[in-house]
């Protein structure tokens, strides 16, 4: 307080320069801004999209059903089947076969269910309401969802592909094919999650998803091959994400091929599918 | 644009009970006053001394802000909008209309309490303002931006408390408020504010093991924690313990003294006499009245003072003694009542006739009416299905 205040003839002024909003003038500078004192802006857009991702992937890897979902089981299925000889996997090391099919899984496991359950719930619980009044844009949470699943996929690839060669596993082909069949089929899997947790109830999504990753893992070519099924059934069950994706893999990873353009083909149609009706039909409350 | 002094829907209001927003106009033609609400009385201003855990809090960073920066100017500068302006808000859910035609204005800088029976608008009301619903009819500004096709710029000059959840159930406490802060330019310093709030003990704690009551501070942190210009509270002290509400309610003084613009919703009457400079009652989806607490209160409905003395008391007499408007009657024997705007004044009239009649005014009351009254005189005071 500057100016006496009884002052009237300088009331005007007084006014100003003891408003609590009001730090820009010199006068102003001297007296402290309240704790709340208005003084909204949104972070840079790169430091929220980081932020966000970061807390995705640290709530993921905290949650014990997700780990348990997208670690232990893909680790115990490689170890276990590849150990013992449960199912015919046709000619060669069982691990030959199975590290590809566990690798698709693994993407099914974060991208799909993972995903799908935990949107779900963040949808039930008002979290993805919420964020929607904060500054991160929609898109911008979309593309912190995505390097989460990202960081969680590369933790997967490592600690299975280190599993495999402890087993005596012996990979071939290109990585960076690998990595482009990693990602489409990232892709497709987002956009079925993603429709799943934004359409369903939360229990209908827990209970969809878990079922779907379940039929999978036995009808999608993971731990059993194709070729097991009657011939109709077979080819039905080729044009599934995660087929396509553990054919591809296994196209590369075991017989060393270039690039399997059918299987991307597939997997790319499927992302086209899922994601443009997820665009469409997802519901943030 | 503004819409009428008396806007739509703004039946019953009393004498004296302005509508919201009169402060904002008061804004406009002002433009070197203040930027604290005019309407305030001075003693509404500063947070009772009752409450030990509260200390004004030294500014978290007082370096110069670059001037481009959306702020409330002192006073509102030139053309300054209103917190919020709603003309005319439809808004119906299948056969159900949720809103019918409401029209409220919130002057900036001041706490507005919307008030009204479960299923009234309140919660649509205020997720319109917040962007989360489309308004089947009418306008809704806030802070001068439309909240649909303005939402990235708004986003980020608004706080909100949602009326539940809003929180990943397995993200600790302070981790979710350090997060919230990240996404803002200039938040609060967290663990300020985290100690300012009572949270210390659960900052470790994931939000599905936090009590409501933690759970709702929190969720209050969260919408604060990006120092906005105005904040949207959804039923903020549901469910807390009485020293949690004062808490609240400290914090909700501090954002108005620091130039925070403040709407809450609530069923809690205490809460908004407490709290708010103005009132809005919402009631099947239209604002049926709207003032400052005590406007509501003086004109809402009648006062009364009671007394008792012997009975058959010149009644008559001592109306004459009255004002006009006044009432006066013998309840029972020796009870007496007498019924209008009870003054200090009209007080000392009521005990210098009895001085003159030899009379000892025995049990002498002077019933005001609390927003409570005018509440249920306003929507009934039967349950609703």
């Known amino acids: 307080m500057i100016a006496d205040?009884?002052?009237?003839?300088?009331?005007?002024?007084?006014?100003?320069?003891?408003?609590?909003?009001?730090?820009?003038?010199?006068?102003?500078?001297?007296?402290?801004?309240?704790?709340?004192?208005?003084?909204?802006?949104?972070?840079?857009?790169?430091?929220?999209?980081?932020?966000?991702?970061?807390?995705?992937?640290?709530?993921?890897?905290?949650?014990?059903?997700?780990?348990?979902?997208?670690?232990?089981?893909?680790?115990?299925?490689?170890?276990?089947?590849?150990?013992?000889?449960?199912?015919?996997?046709?000619?060669?090391?069982?691990?030959?076969?199975?590290?590809?099919?566990?690798?698709?899984?693994a993407v099914l496991s974060t991208a799909f269910t993972g995903q799908a359950i935990a949107t779900g719930f963040e949808r039930r619980y008002g979290v993805l309401k919420r964020l929607g009044a904060s500054p991160l844009p929609r898109w911008g949470l979309l593309t912190a969802k995505t390097c989460a699943?990202?960081?969680?996929?590369?933790?997967?690839?490592?600690?299975?592909?280190?599993?495999?060669?402890?087993?005596?596993?012996s990979p071939h082909g290109n990585p960076a094919t690998v990595a482009l069949l990693l990602l489409l089929g990232t892709a497709a899997f987002s956009g079925l999650g993603l429709l799943m947790a934004g359409t369903l109830r939360a229990e209908a999504t827990l209970a969809a998803a878990n079922l779907v990753f379940l039929l999978l893992l036995f009808g999608g070519g993971v731990v059993v091959p194709l070729d097991n099924f009657p011939g109709g059934v077979e080819s039905v069950l080729s044009f599934l994400p995660v087929s396509a994706l553990s054919d591809g893999l296994r196209d590369v990873l075991r017989d060393g091929a270039g690039v399997p353009w059918a299987n991307l083909g597939v997997l790319a149609a499927w992302a086209v599918l899922g994601l443009g009706a997820a665009g469409r039909f997802f519901r943030w409350e | 644009m503004r819409p009428g002094p008396t806007g739509v829907g703004a039946r019953k209001l009393p004498p004296g009970a302005g509508p919201l927003g009169a402060t904002g106009v008061r804004h406009g033609s002002a433009p070197h006053s203040v930027a604290r609400p005019l309407t305030s009385p001075p003693s509404r201003g500063l947070p009772p001394n009752g409450w030990s855990s509260l200390r004004r809090l030294p500014p978290m960073r007082d370096e110069p802000s670059p001037s481009h920066l959306p702020r409330p100017a002192p006073g509102g500068a030139a053309g300054e909008a209103p917190a919020v302006e709603i003309v005319g808000l439809f808004k119906r859910y299948g056969t159900k209309t949720a809103v019918d035609g409401l029209t409220l204005s919130v002057a900036r800088g001041s706490v507005t309490a919307v008030l009204g029976p479960n299923g009234a608008g309140k919660t649509t009301t205020i997720e319109t303002c917040e962007g989360y619903r489309r308004p089947d009819e009418g306008s809704?500004?806030?802070?001068?931006?439309?909240?649909?096709?303005?939402?990235?710029?708004?986003?980020p000059r608004i706080g909100v408390m949602l009326q539940s959840g809003g929180i990943y159930p397995g993200a600790r406490a302070a981790e979710m408020l350090r997060h919230t802060a990240t996404l803002h330019a200039h938040p609060v310093d967290v663990d300020t504010l985290i100690e300012r709030l009572g949270l210390e003990s659960c900052g470790r704690t994931v939000y599905r093991r936090l009590s409501g009551g933690q759970q709702q501070r929190l969720a209050l942190a969260m919408a604060v924690v990006g120092r906005p210009e105005l904040v949207f509270l959804d039923e903020p002290t549901a469910g807390l313990d009485p020293q949690a509400r004062r808490a609240t309610w400290d914090l909700v003084r501090e954002l108005r003294t620091d130039g925070v613009s403040v709407v809450l919703t609530t069923h809690h009457m205490d809460e908004a006499e407490q709290l708010a400079d103005e009132v809005a009652i919402i009631d099947g989806g239209k604002v049926i009245a709207a003032g400052s607490p005590e406007a509501l209160?003086?004109?809402?409905?009648?006062?009364?003072?009671?007394?008792?003395?012997?009975?058959?008391?010149?009644?008559?007499?001592?109306?004459?003694?009255?004002?006009?408007?006044?009432?006066?009657?013998?309840?029972?024997?020796?009870s007496y009542r007498i019924t209008g705007n009870i003054t200090p004044q009209l007080l000392a009239t009521v005990t210098s006739w009895c001085a003159q009649h030899g009379v000892l005014p025995d049990r002498l009351s002077v019933e005001r009416h609390t927003l409570e009254d005018v509440f249920l005189e306003l929507t009934g005071k039967e349950l609703r299905a």
């Open chain 1, 149 to 169: 699943v990202l960081v969680t996929e590369v933790l997967q690839v490592a600690l299975l592909t280190a599993v495999a060669l402890a087993l005596g596993w």
């Open chain 2, 140 to 155: 809704v500004r806030v802070l001068g931006l439309d909240p649909l096709a303005d939402a990235a710029r708004l986003r």
């Open chain 2, 297 to 334: 209160c003086r004109g809402g409905a009648e006062n009364s003072l009671r007394f008792s003395g012997r009975p058959a008391l010149d009644v008559v007499s001592l109306l004459k003694a009255l004002p006009v408007e006044c009432t006066a009657i013998e309840l029972t024997p020796g």
């Open chain 1, 5 to 105: 205040p009884t002052d009237t003839a300088d009331t005007a002024d007084t006014a100003d320069t003891t408003g609590p909003a009001d730090t820009t003038g010199p006068a102003a500078a001297s007296e402290p801004a309240g704790t709340f004192t208005p003084r909204p802006g949104a972070a840079p857009l790169g430091r929220m999209i980081r932020a966000q991702a970061a807390l995705e992937t640290r709530l993921l890897l905290r949650n014990g059903e997700q780990l348990l979902l997208v670690i232990i089981i893909p680790t115990l299925l490689l170890a276990l089947f590849s150990a013992v000889d449960i199912v015919d996997t046709g000619d060669g090391d069982a691990v030959d076969f199975l590290a590809p099919g566990v690798l698709a899984l």
